[in-house]
């Protein structure tokens, strides 16, 4: 889906990097988005030490217990349980030149991670920090000296090399040149084995953080201050950090676009425009922090010892207490000529929004009551608000002065949900009680009750592109052409008759939002289309639709904010096939709790400078001037390609040679902002044509594959349709004995073996086809250990259609299967069939066959029996394997899904991974085999069984 950017809003800057000249404007920390990872989301640990981010964007965490990598969507760590060459579980620092070669310094020593897999570098105790240049050279920091490291080769700098006297507080280099902080305040290069003078005479503290790259060095000390050095001198950026009793020291620095960021044990400090800005541990941020970094993206990473946390600019932004509104459950908002933003609450009164901060509108104004209802900006440009106690009316300036107004009967028209101005200058109101005023010679007069029972409301007005008013009532909708009333209800086509909102475009079609029933499309030839959350909507109660500028249509409702463009819409309620792509935005956008409030009319609106503000639970949402869906960093790669459970090394064009029965393969796909909105596919080439779209599991398993050259390939799609990829090219050598001897010498024999097997299959296939029809005539039931040997040309599919909805698994002694059995089992048959009772109760009531990773001990152990006993049992007892014994469960699980109705709207494939099939490949063929049909196949048999009865 494609979003275009809103215009005339000032740019969103802080913590993304991007900025305007002539504005420096700050956004509070806690109005960004945010993710956290802690040890229970995948950290080997919650304390981290260091952080760093590659050239393809995956993020790797140093804690104290290990190293992870983190891409949004899982995350992998690296120990020295299973990696001992890393040397020490303690992480100190990571670097790296290069996409697929990292090094990370431990307590221990420094490793090279390449393909998954540790190399030791050096061992060396002490180490404090490390930095690797573009040539690969390795420069480590001690208390009082350098390590220049070269190929495993060490040279050891100090003071007797003429390195300035005094402890190492931070190194990092850039190109080839290393920078070194010490502890005397001085900061100093190394190039070509020569040290540098003191490059900034003006600081005195020990340097504890230092930063280097194309720009210049930036560096910072135990006070807390932060100087930039460049080629014309060095420069003070801020003062001191508060003297709060805490460690002061500046931990870690990052840079980008002139946007500069560090943190002290406690606080953030942001520097843009020459500008200074302290934030208290505060919003999410990870503890006593210890790292950051800013990412290409302009997103902000810190680290510290409770995790990391990213924070980003979502696409909203809340405004709530911390911005004065009281109150935060918002009901109503309008802006009037001045660009103020007037929001109506429950229980805190009116507000208004100017110069980034709410207002409240006190008593003395003449505003009765604190509940505000409908808000309307009326063709003068005085506001009409709706009360608890009444109607008021005030022109938009401060200080406010309203004054009431009446209906005919001279009394108050309380509980006002919705009030309206159309073409003609007419002014609406309908209230919370079912009623329809018009404002006629300066009072309101009643033209319509809607109901007569309690709960009855009017909620929503709007006009149509003819002049046409409709009214969202709790008894249908109504529609006024100037001259009468018309009730438009289940009658006419509606889903219920209890619609909420109520909107018109210009082509002439109307939507309404109704209450747990969806979105219902009138068009203009009076025929009503509905769409619920079966067609992909995202809620099916909608409390408002509006149009932005580029013609998509915004929903509020109980599940939150969600868009869609309104061709789709139409095309959903006229095309059974078509379902809507739709997704809520939530926490992951920025928004502090997604669930609206319902509101009152206008329950969300668009500003003139094209900010789209919306109510929720928790305050206001209002959007920003990005785009609506962020183009961010896919992270794609093969992490593993495993032969018959062994890791095989990717580099170089692996070759798989020997026995290859099942070659396994993980991958990593995901995104640190809305990872689950990516569409993750993968194909097998040249093997397969068509995709797999797989969502949830990374990992895929192919079966004996033959010899050949492959080349597997795994593409993550985000909204905006951009496209990351991975692949792995890998050669297959099977070792069996028709490869190994010559096909000329085989050529002759095996064609002449391949025509008599066919034909011996064809006559005994059509006997078989016989007896088993004959057989299905007087018995309709099949039994489920009979399907193994159902061939596709012995089943028709009326059978398979009209199998029982209930199955029971019975074992049947004629029932066969290829793989080897017990000759002679040493079990007692009336104790074994006391084992295999057990083994059907444990396989029904507890379906331990749903775990993908089952094994025939597992399952012993559920039945407190040797892994022999049970092997026996289902061998010589089941007349089955363990394979095909699990399967044939799993085989029935998907089936029996497949005739549910609450199922028929998931995957074939979601099915096969609810029942414990491990990959798409492993069903279809065992699928096919015990039933004689696809899955596919056998789905639509039954449905036109369905659909013909």
Not at 528 to 552: A, E, H, P, Q, W
Not at 568 to 588: E, G, S, W, Y
Not at 742 to 763: C, E, N, R, Y
Request: glycine share 10%; net charge neutral; aromatic share 10%.
């Amino acid at each position: 889906m494609k979003f275009r950017l809103l215009t005339a809003i000032i740019i969103f800057s802080a913590l993304s990097g991007v900025m305007t000249a002539q504005e420096d404007y700050f956004l509070p920390l806690h109005q960004y988005a945010q993710r956290n990872w802690r040890a229970v989301s995948g950290l080997a640990h919650d304390n981290v030490k260091s952080m760093y981010i590659d050239s393809s964007g995956f993020v790797w965490a140093g804690t104290i217990e290990g190293l992870t990598r983190l891409d949004g969507t899982s995350s992998k760590t690296f120990s020295t349980r299973t990696h001992p060459r890393m040397q020490s579980n303690r992480v100190v620092s990571i670097d790296g030149f290069s996409s697929d070669t990292l090094f990370v310094a431990t307590a221990m020593g420094i490793s090279k991670l390449t393909d998954g897999s540790f190399e030791k570098v050096i061992e060396e105790s002490g180490l404090t920090g490390m930095t690797v240049t573009v040539n690969s050279r390795i420069y480590a920091s001690k208390e009082n000296e350098i390590l220049s490291i070269v190929k495993g080769e060490i040279k050891r700098l100090s003071i007797v090399n003429g390195m300035p006297d005094g402890s190492v507080g931070a190194i990092d280099s850039h190109n080839d040149t290393l920078f070194i902080g010490m502890s005397s305040g001085a900061v100093v290069s190394y190039d070509k084995g020569v040290f540098s003078g003191n490059l900034c005479g003006i600081s005195s503290f020990p340097v504890t953080a230092l930063k280097a790259d194309g720009t210049g060095v930036i560096f910072g000390n135990s006070a807390g201050m932060l100087y930039r050095i460049t080629g014309s001198g060095c420069t003070e950026l801020n003062s001191e950090l508060p003297d709060t009793g805490e460690d002061r020291s500046v931990k870690a620095v990052s840079s980008q676009h002139g946007v500069i960021r560090a943190v002290s044990g406690s606080y953030l400090i942001s520097i843009e425009n020459g500008k200074a800005r302290y934030v208290k541990n505060c919003c999410g941020m990870p503890g006593q922090m210890s790292s950051v970094v800013i990412d290409s993206d302009g997103s902000l990473w810190m680290a510290g010892d409770k995790g990391v946390s990213l924070f980003y600019p979502g696409v909203f932004a809340t405004l709530g207490k911390d911005e004065g509104l009281s109150s935060e459950m918002v009901y109503a908002m309008i802006e009037d000529r001045d660009g103020r933003v007037w929001v109506g609450t429950r229980g805190g009164g009116l507000f208004y929004y100017t110069d980034g901060s709410f207002k409240q509108v006190g008593a003395q104004s003449g505003i009765k009551g604190l509940f505000i209802g409908g808000l309307m900006m009326d063709d003068l440009g005085d506001i009409w608000a709706g009360t608890s106690h009444g109607i008021m009316k005030f022109p938009a300036k401060l200080p406010v002065r309203a004054k009431e107004v009446l209906s005919a009967k001279k009394g108050a028209i309380p509980l006002a949900s919705v009030i309206f101005q159309d073409s003609v200058k007419r002014i609406w109101a309908g209230t919370a009680k079912g009623e329809i005023y018009l404002f006629v010679n300066g009072a309101f007069s009643l033209v319509r009750q809607t109901g007569t029972e309690k709960g009855e409301y009017v909620s929503s007005i709007t006009e149509d592109s003819s002049g046409k008013l409709w009214f969202a009532t709790s008894s249908g909708l109504l529609k006024f052409d100037g001259e009468s009333f018309r009730s438009v209800t289940v009658k006419d086509g509606l889903p219920d008759n209890m619609v909420i909102s109520v909107y018109a475009d210009t082509s002439g079609i109307v939507l309404a939002g109704m209450m747990r029933t969806g979105l219902s499309i009138v068009f203009p030839d009076g025929k009503i289309r509905n769409v619920n959350t079966g067609r992909g909507l995202c809620s099916d109660t909608i409390y408002s639709v509006m149009t932005d500028s580029y013609g998509y249509l915004w929903f509020t409702s109980t599940h939150g904010i969600f868009k869609l463009r309104k061709d789709h819409i139409i095309k959903a309620a006229n095309d059974p096939d078509f379902v809507l792509n739709c997704f809520q935005f939530d926490t992951l956008d920025g928004i502090r709790r997604p669930e609206n409030t319902g509101g009152v009319q206008p329950v969300a609106m668009i500003r003139r400078n094209g900010e789209l503000w919306f109510p929720t639970v928790e305050g206001v949402v209002r959007s920003k001037s990005f785009p609506l869906s962020r183009s961010q960093n896919i992270h794609t790669s093969i992490d593993d390609l495993i032969l018959n459970g062994k890791r095989v090394d990717m580099s170089g064009g692996p070759v798989l040679s020997g026995d290859v029965s099942l070659v396994e393969i993980k991958y990593t796909a995901g995104r640190y902002m809305h990872p689950e909105r990516l569409k993750i596919r993968y194909r097998l080439e040249p093997l397969e044509s068509n995709w797999t779209y797989q969502n949830e599991r990374r990992t895929v398993n192919f079966e004996k594959l033959s010899s050949g050259i492959f080349n597997f390939v795994v593409e993550a799609e985000d909204e905006n349709g951009a496209i990351k990829r991975a692949s792995v090219i890998f050669e297959v050598k099977n070792s069996s004995i028709i490869s190994m001897l010559s096909s000329k010498i085989l050529l002759i024999p095996l064609s002449f073996l391949i025509l008599s097997a066919g034909i011996f299959l064809i006559v005994i296939s059509r006997r078989r086809k016989n007896r088993k029809l004959s057989d299905l005539s007087n018995d309709n039931r099949i039994e489920v250990f009979d399907i193994i040997d159902v061939r596709q040309d012995e089943m028709p599919s009326e059978a398979v259609a009209s199998a029982p909805e209930e199955v029971f698994i019975e074992y049947n002694a004629n029932s066969k299967d290829e793989s080897p059995k017990y000759e002679k089992s040493r079990l007692d048959d009336d104790i074994a069939q006391a084992y295999v009772r057990e083994l059907k109760e444990l396989m029904e009531k507890e379906r331990p066959y749903t775990d993908p990773e089952l094994t025939l001990p597992q399952l012993a152990g559920m039945l407190n029996l040797s892994s022999n006993i049970l092997s026996q049992v289902i061998n010589g007892h089941c007349n089955l394997n363990f394979y095909t014994f699990v399967n044939i469960y799993r085989t029935e699980a998907v089936i029996k899904m497949m005739k549910d109705d609450f199922y028929k709207h998931r995957s074939i494939l979601d099915l096969a991974y609810d029942a414990g099939f491990k990959s798409k490949t492993t069903f279809n063929t065992i699928f096919k085999k015990h039933t004689g049909l696809t899955p596919s196949e056998f789905r639509r048999n039954f449905a036109e069984k369905g659909e013909n009865q």
